[in-house]
């Protein structure tokens, strides 16, 4: 028998072809003027406006901030909260992709509860009133972030990424419509793609996978192995586009239940200190740490490997689990994923902040959570491995 497991999702959830139409029903029944979260490449995609003027049609008011760029920071939590109460507003709309929904996150805890973001981190303080109700709709499939009770803000006085879970942190409503998805650029459809499996492949092996976990992560892999390059390729291909929001839905359901494991705590110090883009960071990592994770997760990979070839019937555990890997780095190769190198990073400067990056890492507690968990100097290799890593070439898989 095991143990009691927790199993947490938004009270509502709208998904499909689009459901973008249903926030003014939504929004009406959770308060009377919303705070808009956004960026401005979704104003100018006409997002923010359509929010505007869907509220407009069910009677409701609303501001808009626009401050959030790239990975969202304390400051921008600040400012948005200050707009917040400045304006009386009493909801939260995010819409964008994972920097606007944590950024979103953070403030409707913080209206509700008072003090600074990072007050949350570790469970040092609880939330205990109910937060502000926050509407999220995502436009990347993505982060899952939709479906979490995780916010991940950058202290912008230490460089680090604090990331906090707590159940107040959960939206009340998601609403997922893979139509907005259709603006995502190529190489944003590929890193988001790439972490919304690393989500599923993290919840799946990590040491605190329960039933309930394992069934959503091995939905979202098969939906999103069978669909990322058709959505990579062809972005108006709904179809795909249509399969990769269910598939991030689901793996952002699945690793809030179950924690990520090593991919995300290595992944959030190379964001606050190089501001690498998580989608990106977690697609350059996923390969190398799978790599690493092989020997004590054989069984589980190998239900991966199966995911990718399922043609192949015969293959042994240790062959399908090999194979994973390797279908993993064809994937990121494909989908012009550079290693930490090709991304730009300075080696110099890159090799002096390993032991930071090294001691953040777990003390996030997500390494923990790993099928093997690193020691502090197998971790340090790691990271001088992963600025160099070669993706596979495409014939290793046939």
């Known amino acids: ?53 869907m509220l407009i049609a069910a009677n409701l008011a609303s501001e808009l901030y626009l401050g959030v760029d ?23 709309i995010s819409i964008g992709g994972g ?15 008072g003090g600074y973001i990072g007050d949350f981190m570790g469970g040092k303080k609880l939330a205990e009133q109910e937060p502000v109700p926050h509407i999220v ?62 989500h599923a492949v993290e919840a799946y092996l990590s040491r605190k996978s329960h039933p309930m976990t394992d069934m959503i992560a091995l939905s979202a892999m098969e939906l999103i192995v069978q669909n990322i390059e058709a959505a990579y390729e062809d972005g108006e291909n709904l179809t795909a586009r249509e399969a990769m929001s269910l598939g991030s839905l689901q793996a952002g ?40 994770s092989k020997a004590a997760c054989i069984d589980r990979l190998a239900d991966l490997g199966r995911i990718f070839s399922p043609e192949k019937t015969n293959l042994s555990n240790e062959a399908a689990a090999e194979l994973a890997v390797k279908a993993v780095k064809r994937l990121c190769l494909n989908m012009n994923i550079p290693n930490l190198k090709g991304w730009g990073i300075e080696e110099s400067a890159f090799n002096q902040a390993v032991s930071k990056m090294t ?9 923990a959570n790993n099928p093997r968990v690193p020691n502090r100097e197998e971790l340090e290799t790691l990271y001088h491995t992963c600025f160099h890593y070669q993706f596979a070439e495409k014939e290793e898989v046939q």
């Open 137 to 198: 709709i995502p436009t990347t499939a993505g982060t899952g972030s939709e479906a979490t009770d995780v916010t991940v803000i950058t202290n912008t006085s230490n460089d680090v990424k604090m990331m906090i879970k707590q159940p107040a942190f959960m939206p009340s409503v998601a609403i997922v419509d893979p139509v907005l998805t259709i603006s995502s650029p190529k190489h944003v459809t590929a890193a988001t793609g790439i972490d919304a499996l690393s």
């Open 70 to 92: 790239s990975e969202p920071t304390d400051q921008y939590v600040q400012e948005a909260l200050e707009m917040f109460q400045k304006r009386q507003c009493d909801l939260v």
């Open 99 to 113: 920097s606007c929904i944590d950024t979103a996150k953070a403030v409707a805890v913080l209206a509700a509860n």
């Open 1 to 53: 028998m095991m143990d009691a497991a927790i199993f947490r999702t938004p009270q509502t959830i709208i998904y499909g072809r689009d459901s973008f139409g249903k926030l003014g029903e939504q929004a009406k029944l959770k308060g009377t003027k919303a705070l808009i979260i956004s960026d401005k490449v979704m104003d100018g995609l006409g997002y923010t406006k359509q929010c505007n003027e």
């Open 359 to 367: 001691e953040d890492a777990l003390a996030s507690g997500s390494p």
């Open 253 to 292: 359901m699945a690793f809030s239940n179950a924690s990520v494991c090593l991919v995300h705590g290595m992944s959030r110090p190379i964001g606050a200190l190089f501001h690498v883009p998580h989608g990106y960071s977690n697609a350059m990592l996923l390969p190398a740490v799978l790599e690493f």
